[in-house]
């Protein structure tokens, strides 16, 4: 089964960026999509963004204009570029491998360990 690892996270200030990186442990495969989450203590984990097989890329409104999400087919990873961050986007992150039915993301491979991102005011 594919066991996705996250890495990157740290403590920054409001106004700073992060890079988040994901790795497939497990047999090598062609992965469809990726989408990352993020859960907030207290709150439901949400998809903050997604890309496709050809690069087609979606966001949550929150993190629209301020998240890149990007894949490296040859290396199996996918990588979130997080800029302007906001105290709000502290959660703990995590990468999921899947693929769309229609315009619906359902991630298909275990939730790993995640990366904890801490935005401080």
């Known amino acids: 089964q594919v066991q996705p690892v996250e890495s990157g996270g740290g403590l920054v200030q409001a106004g700073e960026s992060l890079r988040l990186s994901c790795a497939i442990s497990?047999?090598?495969?062609?992965?469809?999509?990726w989408g990352w989450y993020r859960q907030a203590p207290g709150k439901y984990r949400e998809l903050v963004a997604t890309i496709n097989s050809v690069g087609g890329r979606i966001y949550a409104e929150a993190v629209a204009d301020r998240f890149a999400i990007s894949r490296d087919n040859n290396k199996n990873t996918a990588h979130l570029q997080m800029t302007t961050l906001k105290p709000e986007d502290t959660a703990v992150y995590y990468c999921t491998t899947g693929s769309f039915l229609g315009t619906t993301y359902y991630p298909d491979s275990t939730w790993g360990p995640g990366t904890q991102v801490t935005v401080s005011s």
């Open positions: 497990g047999p090598l495969f062609t992965i469809n999509a």
